[in-house]
């Protein structure tokens, strides 16, 4: 099942974005919150976002290659997924505020669910109201 190597793939970036806020929080001494330091507060974001987009998207995505779309689509929408959300942990990595990465990973996260979203909604009529 190709949406496995995608889940396994986001899994890697997940761990290694809590190892990240691990590491500083006991570089620094805070066990909960942030503690005002704005550079562990940028690695729990980087990291939560990632918990909060990918749930959904590999949802979709496993849902669509179960309703038979194209591998060649499943590989094409995992592969928008992984590089989206790697720009955007860097991006936001690197800076609390605006960056290039963050922005792009953002906007293709979004438009890559809104996508899988409507093949989804378009893949269930198209099997079952009008099959």
């Not at 496995?4 to 890697?12: N, Q, V």
């Not at 590999?58 to 928008?80: A, K, T």
């Not at 992984?82 to 990595?93: E, P």
Request: one cysteine or more; a positive charge; charged letters at 10%.
């Amino acid at each position: 099942m190709i949406t496995l190597l995608y889940a396994g793939l986001c899994t890697l970036l997940v761990i290694f974005l809590a190892v990240r806020v691990a590491l500083w929080r006991f570089r620094s001494k805070i066990g909960i919150g942030d503690g005002g330091d704005r550079e562990l507060l940028k690695r729990v974001r980087a990291h939560a976002n990632a918990i909060e987009n990918m749930p959904l998207a590999l949802i979709l995505l496993g849902g669509m290659e179960l309703n038979g779309y194209s591998d060649n689509l499943i590989h094409g929408f995992g592969g928008v997924l992984m590089a989206s959300r790697l720009a955007h942990a860097w991006g936001l990595s690197h800076s609390s505020g605006t960056s290039g990465g963050r922005f792009m990973g953002s906007l293709f996260t979004w438009t890559l669910m809104a996508a899988m979203a409507l093949f989804a909604i378009w893949g269930f009529f198209s099997q079952y109201v009008t099959g």
